[in-house]
C-alpha cells in the first residue's frame, strides 16, 4: 500500500490534528461543533474566542461579550444568569444593582472579588429585555462556561438562582427549595444560593427573609472554604 494512505492517519502529519485553540474558524462560530474538555489552554484564549462567538441568537445585540470578573485561581467560582444593561455596556459580569448587593454579601464574610472569587454567567451575552435566556442559548454558551471552571478549578461553585442551577446540573427544582443545600456535581462542591436581584426585590432582613438566609447561606461558604484551605 502506498505510504500517502498511512500518512492520512498520521496526527504528527497534521491530517487528522483537532482544530487549535487559536484556530478562529473552527470552534467558536456555530452552534453545531462542540467545545468539548481541553479545547482551551488558557482562558485567556478562551476569552478571546468568545469575544468573536456567533454561537447563538444573542450574539447580534449584545454590546460586549461578557466573559468573567474576579481571580482566575479563585477558590470560589459564582455562576449568574446572564449579562443586564450596564455588564454588556462595561463587559464585565455583575457590575450593576445586583453586583453591588453581591459585593456587600461577599464582603460580609470577608470575601474579596479580586482574590477569593471568579464571576461568569450561564450566557456571556444579553438576553435582549433581560428576559431568562432560551435552553438554545444556554446549550450554545454551556462550553465556554465548563472550561472556564476547569481551568480555574475552583474549590466552591455557587449557583445564583433557578437560571443557574438548571444551566449547570439540569435541575428544576426551585431555588427556596434548594438554596443553602450542598450538591455534588462533576465532583465539585456547589451550593445554589439566592440571585442578588431576588434579594433586591425582597428587602425584608426578618428571621426567615431571604436576606436573612442568604445571611445563613454565605457564612455556610465560609465556614467550608475555611475547612477545605486549612485541609489543604
Ligand atoms: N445578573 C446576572 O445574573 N448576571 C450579571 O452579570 C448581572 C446581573
Redesign the pocket.
Known amino acids: 500500500m502506498a505510504d500517502d494512505q498511512f500518512s492520512l492517519f498520521d496526527a504528527a502529519a497534521g491530517a487528522i490534528a483537532a482544530p487549535s485553540s487559536t484556530d478562529f474558524d473552527a470552534i467558536p462560530t456555530s452552534k453545531s461543533i462542540p467545545i468539548p474538555p481541553g479545547t482551551y489552554d488558557s482562558l485567556d484564549t478562551l476569552a478571546t474566542h468568545c469575544r468573536s462567538c456567533q454561537r447563538c441568537e444573542l450574539a447580534p445585540s449584545r454590546t460586549n461579550v461578557?466573559v468573567s470578573r474576579g481571580s482566575t485561581t479563585a477558590p470560589i467560582f459564582i455562576i449568574?444568569?446572564?449579562?443586564?444593561q450596564?455588564?454588556d455596556e462595561q463587559g464585565?459580569?455583575?457590575?450593576?444593582k445586583?453586583?453591588q448587593l453581591l459585593e456587600k454579601i461577599l464582603a460580609s464574610v470577608r470575601l474579596d472579588t479580586e482574590k477569593d472569587v471568579y464571576?461568569a454567567?450561564?450566557v456571556k451575552c444579553r438576553p435582549p429585555g433581560?428576559r431568562v435566556p432560551t435552553a438554545d442559548e444556554m446549550a450554545a454558551c454551556k462550553g465556554y462556561l465548563l472550561e472556564q471552571i476547569r481551568l480555574v478549578d475552583p474549590k466552591i461553585i455557587l449557583l445564583?438562582?433557578a437560571?443557574?442551577v438548571k444551566g449547570i446540573t439540569g435541575e428544576k427544582t426551585g431555588i427556596t427549595k434548594i438554596r443553602g443545600q450542598w450538591r455534588e456535581w462533576e465532583g465539585r462542591l456547589c451550593m445554589p444560593i439566592f440571585?442578588?436581584?431576588y434579594l433586591l426585590r425582597n428587602p425584608s432582613r426578618d428571621k426567615g427573609s431571604p436576606k436573612w438566609l442568604m445571611w445563613q447561606d454565605i457564612q455556610t461558604v465560609r465556614t467550608k472554604l475555611d475547612e477545605l484551605l486549612a485541609a489543604d
Open positions: 461578557v449568574g444568569e446572564g449579562p443586564g450596564q455588564e464585565k459580569p455583575f457590575v450593576g445586583s453586583g464571576i454567567n450561564i433581560n445564583t438562582g437560571t443557574a440571585h442578588p436581584a
